[in-house]
């Protein structure tokens, strides 16, 4: 079952730029940060709220480590924006498959690794009017950095 929004995924140019105005404008903190060689990007998360299923929601801002993934693609044709959006759920293999079985394709056969430790997959957005869309299992919830 999905429960929260886990995350929205913002593409950016400069990560260190877009943190800085996410702090100066509404005062969010870098939560965590990390670089995900096998999606190619290093990304900022940024918590807004914890949540009552015992998660959290956060807003995940993502700059590409390589011109040949994903979010290089799409920043390349769209420029800076939300680039997903990411559910929550306590088993993204069963709500995935499910999902599949609704006729939505999945993109990854089995979860990879996300944010954080997290399990994530990725519904096409072509199935999703038009939104790119993230299914998520987090790991266990760390302490924030600093
Ligand atoms: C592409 N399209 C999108 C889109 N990306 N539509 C909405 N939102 C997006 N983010 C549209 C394109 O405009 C195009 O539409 C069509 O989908 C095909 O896209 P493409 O540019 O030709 O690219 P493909 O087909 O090679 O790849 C699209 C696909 C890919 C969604 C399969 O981006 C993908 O595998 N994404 C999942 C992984 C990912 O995005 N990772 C980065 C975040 P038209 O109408 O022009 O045909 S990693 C992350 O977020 C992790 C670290 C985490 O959360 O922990």
Redesign the pocket.
């Known amino acids: 079952m999905l429960t929260r929004i886990d995350?929205i995924?913002i593409a950016c140019f400069d990560l260190d730029k877009t943190v800085e105005f996410y702090r100066a404008t509404y005062g969010f903190e870098v939560f965590h940060s990390e670089v995900?060689e096998e999606?190619?990007?290093r990304?900022a998360m940024l918590k807004i709220n914890d949540t009552s299923d015992g998660g959290a929601s956060y807003l995940?801002l993502?700059e590409p480590t390589r011109e040949d993934?994903?979010?290089a693609?799409?920043l390349a044709?769209n420029g800076e924006g939300v680039?997903?959006i990411?559910f929550g759920t306590a088993d993204v293999d069963g709500d995935a498959a499910a999902i599949k079985d609704k006729g939505v394709r999945v993109?990854y056969e089995e979860p990879r690794r996300?944010?954080m430790g997290?399990r994530?997959t990725?519904l096409?957005?072509?199935d999703c009017h038009?939104?790119?869309t993230?299914l998520?299992t987090s790991a266990p919830v760390e302490s924030p950095e600093h």
Do not use: D, M, R
Request: glycine share 12%.
């Open positions: 995350h995924g995900n999606q190619g990007v990304e995940q993502l993934s994903t979010v693609k799409w044709k680039h997903h990411a993109l996300g944010s997290s994530i990725f096409h957005p072509k038009g939104v790119l993230e998520v």
